[in-house]
């Protein structure tokens, strides 16, 4: 079956672009994470949705950035203003269920993001 | 806070040649360890979740092991396909709705022919 997709693979943006990532979880999971991965670290959370409802976005670093996911498939993460300190892989991940139950998190490839 | 420290930041084996990765934890309360592979240019595949201290478990070359205080990964008799980083995290017991997973830094294996 389908895993965890992602789009773009790879995108360069100039200081100051928005730019918008986007992940197509497996279908039916409810349970939906942001993570960036810096060179060399292991990923850092951004944020959390159930379904369509985001119940946890401490980890988003600015005001910059935004998420959603609507209909509680598909996810966009955008990024407003872009700056260097940006740049980093932007990975999608999903699980089944939301209970504390079968708590394995599923990865995409991720975005790799470069901004100049 | 959570924290995962991962030792060493880098192995280099010899095919065949047996070895451990370290993955030391502090959290409030553990809900579940992690270990996962990532290869260059590629998300995070999942290998094992652990629960509870002394749990074991195994596929394929590789064991994870489970204390209160720390998980180790063990590689049996390494082929080169092992080569990748290898990652630990941690999910703990939260009254609130988080459910993020907190990283180490990962541990580089390379494996020579």
């Known amino acids: 079956g389908a895993g965890v997709s992602q789009s773009p693979r790879y995108k360069v943006a100039k200081r100051g672009q928005d730019v918008a990532l986007r992940c197509d979880p497996i279908?039916?999971?409810?349970?939906l994470f942001w993570y960036q991965q810096a060179l060399g670290q292991g990923p850092e959370f951004l944020t959390y949705?159930?379904?369509?409802?985001?119940?946890?976005k401490s980890g988003l670093p600015s005001d910059r950035f935004f998420a959603e996911r609507p209909e509680g498939s598909v996810s966009t993460l955008k990024i407003q203003r872009t700056q260097q300190e940006d740049s980093a892989v932007y990975l999608c991940a999903s699980s089944l269920f939301s209970d504390g139950s079968y708590n394995e998190q599923f990865f995409g490839p991720g975005t790799r993001l470069t901004v100049l | 806070e959570d924290q995962v420290t991962q030792s060493p930041e880098a192995l280099r084996l010899q095919e065949g040649e047996s070895s451990s990765l370290n993955c030391s934890y502090t959290v409030s309360g553990l809900r579940g360890l992690f270990w996962y592979r990532q290869d260059p240019g590629k998300g995070p595949e999942f290998l094992f979740t652990?629960?509870?201290a002394g749990e074991e478990k195994e596929k394929e070359r590789l064991k994870a092991t489970l204390t209160k205080k720390e998980s180790f990964l063990h590689i049996t008799a390494p082929k080169p396909e092992d080569s990748a980083t290898y990652l630990c995290a941690v999910l703990p017991f939260s009254s609130g709705s988080a459910r993020q997973l907190t990283f180490g830094s990962g541990t580089q294996l390379t494996v020579l022919p």
């Open positions: 949705f159930q379904n369509e409802a985001q119940l946890d």
């Open positions: 652990l629960y509870s």
């Open positions: 279908s039916g999971h409810v349970s």
